[in-house]
């Protein structure tokens, strides 16, 4: 199954000049936050396909004007062609506004699912907005990443975990990297993987 990931940064080329023969595959797109609800509006009505996201720390819009015709995972697995996929959006609290945390209100957030998690017997794919902690995260308190999303990791062990947040354009960041059993995808922009 073929996913579209994107995340941070519209991307001109697939918004102002669309071919729809480009994305025939597609099955799904997954957002990791920081992008127009406009946009991602756009992405679910031309590709056709659900469209699943979590909140950017820009994401304050949303409130007002969510994305039409795509699904928030927030704190929720969901379950598409066989794969569960868990939502945990949002930042480090830097600046006090909305889709900010700090590292124990993340772990609430956590503990939380754990009633999901258990009736779902875990989950094949993480999708947050911040990356985990020492992975292609950044130094200052805006760009690090969770120490939680590092235990979630090791207690269920999924396959794929899908952030955004990091620019690739800030420097030297991998887009792929590992994390023991867990492949961690960077969408900035956007990528294209076949599960």
């Not at 001109?12 to 609800?37: N, T, V």
């Not at 969770?146 to 030297?172: A, Q, T, V």
């Amino acid at each position: 199954m073929k996913i579209l990931l994107v995340a941070d940064k519209e991307n001109d080329f697939i918004w102002d000049h669309f071919d729809p023969e480009r994305y025939r595959d597609i099955e799904l797109i997954i957002s990791c936050g920081d992008l127009q609800p406009s946009y991602l509006s756009f992405l679910v009505t031309m590709i056709n396909v659900p469209l699943f996201y979590v909140h950017g720390n820009h994401d304050t819009i949303y409130t007002h004007h969510p994305p039409e015709g795509c699904d928030s995972i927030e704190d929720r697995i969901v379950t598409f062609k066989g794969l569960r996929i868990l939502g945990l959006g949002g930042t480090m609290k830097y600046s006090g506004r909305p889709h900010q945390y700090t590292e124990k209100e993340m772990e609430k957030r956590i503990r939380k699912l754990k009633r999901q998690l258990k009736k779902n017997n875990g989950f094949d794919i993480l999708v947050t907005h911040a990356p985990a902690y020492g992975i292609g995260d950044g130094k200052d308190l805006c760009h690090q990443g969770f120490k939680c999303f590092l235990s979630l990791m090791d207690e269920y062990s999924p396959r794929y975990m899908f952030h955004g947040h990091m620019h690739l354009n800030y420097g030297r960041i991998d887009r792929i990297q590992q994390y023991k059993n867990t492949t961690i995808i960077n969408c900035y922009d956007h990528y294209v993987i076949d599960v």
